[in-house]
């Protein structure tokens, strides 16, 4: 299993970006949020603790269903960066005054000192420049049994516009994303047990270029390591809005234009750490004297 995939993010920009703080948490990410949300009550287990990972970006709105859902529960939320932390504190914190900053469990911007029964990223795990390394810290934040709740893209996101900038022979207009099967892999290859993995496909409609431009600009960058370095002038930029009107939408006045998005859903367990039963074994300097003693004993005997 390569622990580059995917491979074509450029590191130093997905540092950027992970620095980076929004103004609001994007609506499509909101809506995975509420979606997934759902899904947890399928799950047996209700956490004693659990960590919200980057709710800024994944939907700080989600905050307030996964905190009903589980209302005795302490929660941890952790960001890239002071600065969005304190962002986050701001959108998703009880004031002072309000019995919810003293009545049930404490909310927690920092590590949990202790491992934590539910980790939950949403729509994170796409961006990250190595992801081989965020699966390793989720798992490394869960307790034994606990279990991990995440979305991402998939590789079928952007396809229309993917084909767009083929056909023009443009730069990548994003970079890779990873299909579900691999991450069900990387899971495995991280320590993760029983990956369930699963998929929907997200069309939204736009009424010009420029909306949908502004909403991609929204959710993310392209982070592609082949991606044009230079700045784009006007002339390419209605190069852009010609192309995207015609190929993304159909035939007439107010057409509207559409974009697929490949939302893939996951969710593993952390099991009981395996038994290690090492090929060697070893004996202590007196075992081994009383061994020959025996030996020079037996061989006298003859």
Known sequence: ????????IDPAAGARWGRSIPAQSPWLHEEVARRMEERLQWMVIQPAS???WAPLRGGVQAHALLAKRYPKSECFVLEGSAE???????LIAPDWWSPARWAGPRLHFEVPAEPVQMLWANM???MAPDPMALIARWHQLLAVDGFLMFSCLGPDTLREIRSLYGAMGWAPPAHEFTDMHDWGDMLVASGFAEPVMDMERITLSFTSPQTLLEELRGLGRNLHQARFQGLRGRQWREQLHAQIASRLGGQGEGTRLHLTFEIIYGHAFKPQPRLTIRPESSVSLEEMRQSLRKVKKNASNF
């Open 84 to 90: 969005c932390a304190q962002a986050t504190h701001k």
């Open 1 to 8: 299993m390569s622990t580059e995939l995917p491979p074509s």
């Open 124 to 126: 994170a795990l796409h």
């Open 50 to 52: 659990w960590v919200h």
